[in-house]
């Protein structure tokens, strides 16, 4: 039912990734605007992880062109291998394929996130 939207979401998905690897020369992306605690001495707040906590974690994931890459990356993978081989009814594979993409983007995101802090 879907197999036209997760093959172009699959190919947006790669040209994305690739203008990202080699076209990309100065960082602008969202995630790039975290910033560096006051003091790089002190350690987190108990239950927090660097570059990951604040109110704005959603708004910067959801502006970041990295979530959007793996989101769709993994949107049409997984929407593909699921309608395609007829493992799930069309809507449920909709339905997971929107979940693991969200969960994809949004992980790549905060472990850059974490990384560079």
């Known amino acids: 039912m879907f197999i036209n939207l997760y093959i172009l979401s ?3 998905g790669a040209v ?3 203008v990202a690897l080699f076209f990309t020369g ?3 992306d969202a995630d790039d605007q975290t910033r560096a605690h006051d003091d790089t ?3 987190s707040q108990v239950g927090q992880l660097d570059g990951v906590a604040g109110g704005d974690f959603v708004v910067r994931t959801i502006r970041s062109r990295r979530f959007w890459t793996f989101f769709v990356s993994f949107f049409g993978m997984t929407g593909l291998v699921l309608d395609g ?3 799930m009814e069309p809507t449920v594979a909709f339905l ?6 969200a969960v ?3 992980g ?3 472990a850059v996130r974490i990384g560079s802090s």
């Open 104 to 106: 994809a983007g949004a």
């Open 41 to 43: 001495t002190r350690p």
């Open 85 to 87: 081989l007829d493992l």
């Open 10 to 12: 699959l190919v947006l």
């Open 26 to 28: 100065k960082r602008v």
């Open 108 to 110: 790549a995101s905060a």
């Open 16 to 18: 994305l990734l690739v």
């Open 96 to 101: 997971v394929a929107i979940g693991i993409g």
